[in-house]
């Protein structure tokens, strides 16, 4: 709650910038549903799923190592293709949260433009095609460079692609949806350790903080 709230009008500003929309209209998605699944973001350009993998580590600004880029290319398998019960089972939620939610999120100028679903089924497609995964930018470059042959030795093992399907196109297409979250891992880290200096008597002013911010955004 606190990372999220120091961090607020600065991931504001930089997503403005890396998805092209306006801040006021860039919306977090845990504000409708706490831990709202597969999905963070939602926007008039599209949905996101932001992921840190690392922050946690212990070192800071940890170098993306193979283990983590297993973890990245996982993300983008289980919002992609959706493979497995649980994966599939988040999807769908989320789709779901979107399609009975649609008039608040446009009401707010959130909702995608382009996206005129008749039903869940069709948000949850739209989700798989074109969800955009956001890295620290310290990330992206390696994880575009390696994803292409873990994807390609799990769809010799356990991804069954879709008759007719172009293999190195489907490949490609995860790459590209491969973008930066404008900020350094070690970015992160210093922010994390700031907070662990925190005053403990400031949690219940950023909890008032919290509820305020959505009374008035209507959540």
Not at 106 to 118: A, D, E, F, I, Y
């Amino acid at each position: 709650m606190v990372v999220g709230l120091a961090g607020e009008a600065v991931a504001q500003e930089i997503l403005t910038r890396v998805i092209g929309a306006d801040a006021a209209k860039i919306f977090n998605l845990n504000g409708l549903v706490k831990d709202f699944p597969v999905l963070d973001l939602i926007a008039p350009t599209g949905v996101y799923s932001v992921k840190t993998r690392g922050l946690l580590s212990g070192k800071v600004g940890a170098a993306l190592d193979s283990a983590l880029i297993q973890e990245y290319t996982q993300d983008l398998v289980d919002l992609a293709v959706g493979n497995h019960p649980k994966a599939k089972a988040k999807l769908t939620k989320s789709a779901s949260l979107l399609f009975n939610n649609r008039s608040v999120l446009q009401k707010r100028g959130s909702w995608p433009t382009g996206l005129n679903p008749r039903s869940i089924a069709d948000v949850e497609q739209y989700i798989r095609d074109k969800t955009i995964l956001l890295v620290p930018d310290n990330h992206v470059q390696l994880l575009k460079q390696n994803i292409g042959s873990i994807l390609n030795a799990r769809l010799r093992s356990n991804i069954v692609l879709p008759a007719g399907t172009n293999r190195v196109d489907w490949v490609n297409s995860f790459v590209d949806r491969i973008d930066s979250i404008g900020v350094k891992s070690s970015d992160l880290d210093v922010m994390l350790e700031a907070i662990r200096h925190l005053p403990a008597d400031q949690v219940g002013r950023l909890q008032r903080e919290v509820a305020e911010r959505k009374r008035r955004r209507g959540f």
